[in-house]
């Protein structure tokens, strides 16, 4: 038996991850620094300071400490100004509907971010009661691929790893799954998470018999 579902929230339950790439690329023009959509695949579900780290290896520049915190600040700001826009049509098409379904059929649900933005977006979908559980950036200190994160979720839904699956749109998320026993969906092209149990290009081609089989 299936006992939960742990999302990842940006690129899973709103498209979210298109604001986080708007935001990186509006500090990164404004900086002088080369950004584009092939490294920002690179950003997906990794840290803010991570996602610096590799703009600016890709620049091959090394700025100070208090230039690095002044452009996450700046990034971040712009991110917080896109979320202003989400209201409650703003999940991915089929998703709140998958989760009301498990939910009915008694399984847990919770989500599980590394943005330290992820309750301003549940606050704006109006997406509190669809999960038991919420851990997101602020949650644990070790960043997917690291399955910390996912572990504390299933800890505080008390559950085992081995009878919960995880959903993601990020390369890290899905190894950071593996990482953790957990079953994964992977949601997007083969090259990314590909190594996933399951794999979707879009949220609502998602099939529940498939998840639901994933341990028997
Ligand atoms: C992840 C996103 O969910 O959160 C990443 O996929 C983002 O792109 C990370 O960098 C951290 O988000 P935030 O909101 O704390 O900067
Ligand atoms: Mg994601």
């Known amino acids: ?4 579902c742990i999302f990842d929230l940006d690129g899973v339950i ?3 991850a298109e604001y986080h790439y708007q935001g990186w690329k509006r500090m990164a023009d404004e900086a002088g620094l080369k950004f584009n959509r092939e490294i920002n695949e690179q ?25 690095i915190e002044e452009l996450m600040k700046k990034k971040n700001d ?33 989500i599980a971010s590394a943005s330290k933005n992820a309750e301003k977006v549940i ?16 949650s644990v200190k070790k960043t997917k691929p690291a399955p910390d994160l996912f ?3 299933a800890e505080r839904l008390n559950v085992n790893p ?27 092209p083969d090259e990314r998470v590909g190594q996933a149990h399951l794999r979707y290009d879009r949220t609502e081609d998602i099939q529940l018999e498939d998840v639901l089989a994933l341990n028997r």
């Open 1 to 4: 038996m299936i006992e939960a």
């Open 14 to 16: 709103t498209d979210t």
């Open 43 to 67: 950003l997906r579900g990794v840290s803010r300071r991570q996602s610096l780290n590799i703009i600016l290896q890709y620049n091959k520049r090394e700025l100070a400490e208090k230039k």
């Open 78 to 110: 712009y991110y917080k100004q896109s979320l202003e826009s989400i209201t409650e049509k703003d999940y991915l098409p089929g998703i709140k509907a998958f989760i009301l379904n498990i939910r009915k059929k008694g399984i847990k649900t919770a």
């Open 123 to 138: 606050q704006n979908l109006n997406a509190k009661e669809l999960f038991d559980v919420i851990a997101d950036g602020y």
């Open 151 to 153: 572990l504390f979720a």
């Open 162 to 188: 081995s009878e919960s699956v995880v959903f993601e749109d990020a390369q890290v998320g899905i190894e950071a799954a593996l990482n953790g026993g957990f079953f994964s969906v992977g949601i997007g």
